[in-house]
């Protein structure tokens, strides 16, 4: 494999991580690679809230802050949260003048949702439950005007290439020849997005696969908070893979959470009921579905009518699975949506290894601790896209010597049978509730896999590396944290309040 491009800043992803730092580091060079055709595939399309920001005369970033701790359950970097909510209104101000459309009051202000575990109305949207949607396309429109930014489109990054501890670039398969060809960057960002698709149940688009890790993690860099992997209550039950997502604000706005007996069964379970924090929320769906009995999100009495222009997007989910959420309860199930952990950054972005940085879903800022607070994640990943663009362009590493040529790695064809035992597995006992035997049973599944497939394809290669890393982090923490739930250590243990940190080779796998 002799083909190579250069760039001075590589970017994987390009989703708002991504495409804001691509285009906070113009004039710079710079190659963002895009696991698809630019615009989809990036969870920030599908992402029904919002930005959370401290814009209301009742509001601070003090109060924004306060809320993102206290839903980190003891684990959030105080630091980082102070950065990122303090910054949060810059950020919105800058997305409005890219050109973003967001909902307005009658009097011309933003107008400001509110959802759980937040103390004040402070979520920005766009199109009620279109957010990201407007977002995605307002960056899109805008690096696309950009003559400093190269897009690679349908570019699937496999392997970071590497001299010592130094990233010198990336080894990168075109997906539609299926041919390989390094790309040569002074800095590299990884902005890959979570890791639901390793679980049978998700509300992330399938491109959701954890690659960013997975080849950090092969690099040997430090990975921190694994475990940490935030289940939506809400997705829509409908026989879809991934699910559509209920957003919470129809919680917001007061729907409520009934079984099958028509029972609002989380007014037993905590004084908030359906705005108690989300993993709570979560567990108690789960619960019910554990016992037989099916879950409904009911939106008739409070929304009604008002459903269709409100909630576009959930509304459309709906209708397309012949169902009227107008007069008609969602079926809803928990799963997989967000994941806290991800590749160690320090507060420039920084991983452990040199000539590399991360942001967004696919980093672990410190900001979200042990759970998010809903409509954080695209507020961290445009402060974490500003804080990399502006220290990748003070600190531009020197160009560096290069391997001459780079040997693709020989790979199995797609296994698809492999990845659906592999996501059943991770769902059923490395998900909302866990315990030791549990996930013993799920790492016994990931090496058993791991096994079979020695030359495992690309997609569940890192599948299987971010399993093993979430699994054993899950083993490792004999106690309840936000959203990690041991059945078999119910409660916080003060002895574990501590973020955690691993590599690979700390859970047994050579890279
Ligand atoms: C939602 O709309 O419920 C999801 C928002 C988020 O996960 O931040």
Known sequence: MNARLETDVAIVGAGIAGLMAALKLAPLRVTVLCKTALGSGAATGWAQGGIAAALGPDDSPRLHS????????????????????????????????????????????????????????????????????????????????????????????????????????????????????????????????????????????????????????????????????????????????????????????????????????????????????????????????????????????????????????????????????????????????????????????????QGLWACGETSATGMHGANRLASNSLLEAMGYATLVAADVGAHLPEKQAVPSSVTPRLAEPAAPRAIAALRQAMYDHVGIIRDEAGITTALATVNRIARAHPHPPAELRNLLDVAKLIATAALQRPESRGSHYRSDYPYANEAFARRSFTTLSACGVSS
């Not at 980190?72 to 800058?94: F, H, N, Q, Y």
């Not at 190269?150 to 570019?155: H, K, L, Y």
């Not at 002074?186 to 149940?201: H, K, V």
């Open 66 to 353: 306060l809320d993102t701790q206290r839903a980190g359950a003891g684990l959030s970097d105080e630091k980082v949260v102070d950065i990122l909510t303090r910054d949060a209104p810059a950020r919105v101000e800058e997305l409005l003048e890219l050109g973003a459309n967001f909902d307005r009051s009658g009097d011309g202000t933003l107008a400001l949702g509110r959802e759980a575990a937040h103390n004040r109305r402070r979520i920005v949207r766009a199109g009620g439950d279109a957010t990201g949607h407007e977002i995605l396309k307002t960056l899109v429109d805008a690096v696309r005007a950009a003559e400093s930014i190269r897009i690679v489109e349908n570019a699937l990054a496999e392997e970071l290439l590497t001299d010592g501890n130094r990233v010198v670039g990336l080894l990168v398969r075109d997906d539609t020849t299926g041919s390989c060809f390094a790309l040569h960057s002074r800095a590299t960002i990884l902005a890959t997005g979570g890791i639901g698709r390793l679980y049978a149940f998700t509300t992330n688009p399938p491109q959701a696969s954890g690659d960013g890790i997975a080849m950090a993690a092969r690099a040997g860099a430090v990975l921190a908070d694994m475990e940490f992997v935030q289940f939506h209550p809400t997705a829509i039950d409908v026989g879809r893979d991934p699910m559509p997502l209920a957003t919470e604000a129809i919680r917001g706005e007061g729907a409520v959470l009934i079984n099958d007996l028509g029972e609002r069964f989380m007014q037993r379970l905590h004084d908030d009921a359906e705005l108690a924090p989300r993993d709570v929320v979560a567990r108690g769906i789960f619960n019910e579905r554990r016992v037989g009995r099916s879950t409904f999100l009911d939106a008739r009495l409070t929304i009604g009518q008002g459903f269709a222009e409100r909630f576009p997007t959930a509304f459309a989910a709906c209708r397309a699975a012949g169902i009227d959420p107008r007069i008609q309860p969602i079926p809803v199930a928990p799963a997989a949506h967000y994941h806290m952990g991800g590749i160690a950054v320090d507060e420039n972005g920084r991983t452990s290894l």
